[in-house]
């Protein structure tokens, strides 16, 4: 892992742009603009609550802002480009004024070469840096360019109250835990948000009940991989085998953890994501048990194939996927279950991309993401394997997988047709102001009538027809 926390001194460099900002209280906004994944949404509401501390406010509206943050995200090379396009527009609307941070993974896969590339960017913080922003604004408010990429083996920002901010009061996240130990050899997030650390139960907890109190009525554990997440008192899963019997005795693993949340609060319970290769028979008895916790599991499996998910470094093959499925269908029989697909993946052959349909008609998964496969820089498989499948043939497969999935969340929608579900009402539907939407706990989308109930209510919902993405119904009760 790198590691790098320098302070860059413009002025030193002989560069032509020094900066001097000289911000009073007044002037303290913040816009902030998040791409990828949840985990990324959740930091930036992290970033506001340690930029709320220093007097500064969020703002929607990026002309009244004097600092804008991008949350960036690397997983594809598309993500990135999106970012970059995103700096173009900036760049016209920069005056001398506003301060440009860069977050996120981006941030910490690039570090200093931001800065070398991006003359319009004051500021580089990595995922685990955040709490060092205050000094960070203050080197830029000195005419200075900064930059902490640290990673940390400690970091879980558990005692912090994040500011929320895509706010419809009903829905929220927490994060249980940080970094990822899996070197899956096409992902880039190991090397962008560390090794993997829990959080304290008490601290997801109290969060929780602070939603709760606050009147959220849903809330999402995060994690790069959940099923993985383990409670020994702090520091790094990879350390585990080092502690004594008794700590290892005391730990809480992530089907405890959602037992201890489930029965200390009446909020529903969702969390992302699993990985089949840690994915328990205890985890799934807990979600039994509870009525609370969504009967949703996002699963990815990435291939249907034995020899390219060894060569992903997925640790599991296509049995081990299917035997995971199998208890999930065992023991939650109505469980919604979902999936990230990557077609095209070095060596793939026509074999191994019909051994991936194949096993989508063996699931018939409720709904999925699904994506050609961005070669990335540094993994495992850029330093190893040949991104050899051409893009031609990456978008077809790409189409027939999209086309399957569509036609699974079809048929599965249409079973609903004609029963009722529970729905928590989230807001308004996107076409029309008379209706509202919410998720079944299976996380499907219901497009309702609005009636006379109120957001943040849970209501029973008589399905009556349905679209591949959304099922359609009225209030009965
Ligand atoms: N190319 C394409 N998709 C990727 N993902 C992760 N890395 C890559 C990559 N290099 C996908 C995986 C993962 C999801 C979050 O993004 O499917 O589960
Ligand atoms: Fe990336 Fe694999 Fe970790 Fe997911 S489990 S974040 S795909 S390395």
């Known amino acids: 892992m790198m590691f790098e926390n320098k302070i860059i001194d413009e002025k030193k460099q002989g560069s032509a742009l020094l900066i001097n900002k000289k911000s009073s209280k007044k002037d303290k906004k913040v816009y902030i603009e998040s791409y990828g994944c949840q985990m990324n949404f959740s930091d930036s509401e992290i970033v506001a609550s340690i930029l709320q501390k220093i007097g500064y406010e969020t703002t929607r509206d990026i002309k009244l802002a004097n600092l804008i943050l991008i949350n960036t995200c690397s997983i594809r090379e598309k993500a990135e480009q999106t970012v ?214 996002h699963l990815p499996v990435q291939s249907g194939s034995s020899k390219i998910l060894k060569l992903m470094n997925r640790g599991y093959d296509r049995d081990w996927y299917l035997n995971r499925i199998k208890s999930i269908k065992k023991i939650i029989p109505e469980c919604g279950i979902s999936m990230d697909i990557i077609t095209g993946f070095c060596n793939e052959n026509e074999q191994d991309h019909l051994d991936t349909l194949t096993l989508m008609k063996a699931v018939k998964y409720d709904f999925g993401y699904m994506f050609k496969y961005s070669e990335r820089p540094n993994t495992l498989a850029e330093r190893k394997y040949n991104d050899n499948v051409p893009d031609k043939i990456k978008s077809r497969r790409l189409r027939e997988i999209i086309d399957l999935q569509q036609k699974h969340s079809l048929e599965q929608n249409k079973k609903f047709i004609g029963r009722t579900c529970e729905v928590l009402v989230e807001g308004f539907s996107k076409k029309s102001n008379d209706d509202f939407f919410g998720r079944t706990t299976q996380n499907t989308v219901a497009v309702f009538p609005k009636g006379k109930v109120k957001i943040g209510s849970t209501v029973n919902v008589l399905i009556t027809s349905c679209t591949s993405a959304t099922l359609l119904g009225k209030i009965i009760n």
Not at 233 to 254: P, R
Request: aromatic fraction near 8%.
């Open 84 to 297: 970059r396009k995103r700096l173009d527009f900036f760049r016209a609307s920069k005056n001398k004024e506003t301060t440009i941070g860069i977050l996120g993974c981006m941030a910490e896969r690039l570090k200093s070469k931001f800065l070398e590339e991006e003359k319009l960017v004051d500021l580089v913080v990595g995922p685990d840096a955040y709490r060092d922003l205050p000094n960070l604004l203050k080197e830029v408010n000195d005419g200075r360019k900064a930059i902490n990429v640290l990673l940390s083996k400690e970091e879980t920002y558990a005692d912090l109250s994040p500011v929320r901010l895509d706010k419809n009061g009903i829905t929220s996240f927490v994060s249980i835990m940080r970094g990822c130990d899996n070197m899956c050899s096409f992902c880039v997030v190991p090397f962008t948000r560390g090794r993997e650390r829990s959080r304290e139960p008490k601290t997801i907890l109290n969060e929780i009940k602070d939603l709760e109190s606050k009147g959220y009525k849903e809330v999402t554990l995060l994690g790069q991989n959940v099923d993985s997440y383990l409670w020994t008192g702090g520091g790094l899963k990879k350390d585990f085998q080092k502690l004594s019997n008794e700590a290892k005795k005391n730990s809480t693993n992530f089907a405890q953890l959602l037992d201890f949340v489930a029965k200390n609060t009446s909020m529903r319970i969702r969390f992302s994501t699993s990985h089949p290769k840690d994915m328990t028979d205890e985890v799934l008895h807990t979600m039994a048990k509870y009525k609370n916790i969504c009967k949703y599991i």
